[in-house]
């Protein structure tokens, strides 16, 4: 059964930092790549960036790039999403996804969701 587990959501204070960690099982790790995605409230969701963990080749959303990264740990099954400088419109649900591919230009197709983990940002 596939599976991908979200943790690390929270409560920030503006212009501080979070790591959300998604831990996968069900697959062979490094046959798929892992992405996220939000939704913010009255919002459309959004694609965040993805990892490929096969080569580790990333790819951001323009609006988080330079404070955003993705990376992995292959050995733990395990991608991360760390979040700095957090304004108040990064409050959202993040969700961890396992994808079809990822590029360094784009996210590719979603093949699972995870159920989300919720960031709040306070000013």
């Known amino acids: 059964e596939v599976q991908l587990v979200e943790t690390g959501g929270g409560l920030v204070q503006a212009g501080g930092s979070l790591r959300l960690s998604c831990a996968a099982s069900g697959w062979s790790f490094d046959n798929y790549d892992i992405g996220w995605f939000r939704r913010a409230p009255g919002k459309e969701q959004e694609g965040v960036g993805c990892?490929?963990?096969?080569?580790?080749?990333?790819y951001i959303a323009d609006s988080m790039k330079g404070r955003f990264t993705i990376s992995s740990d292959n050995a733990k099954n395990t991608a991360y999403l760390q979040m700095n400088s957090l304004k108040d419109e990064d409050a959202a649900i993040y969700y961890c996804?396992?994808?079809?591919?990822?590029?360094?230009?784009?996210?590719?197709?979603?093949?699972?969701w995870g159920q989300g983990t919720q960031v709040t940002v306070s000013s």
């Open positions: 990892i490929s963990t096969s080569d580790g080749i990333t």
């Open positions: 996804v396992k994808l079809q591919y990822c590029l360094e230009t784009r996210i590719g197709s979603v093949l699972s």
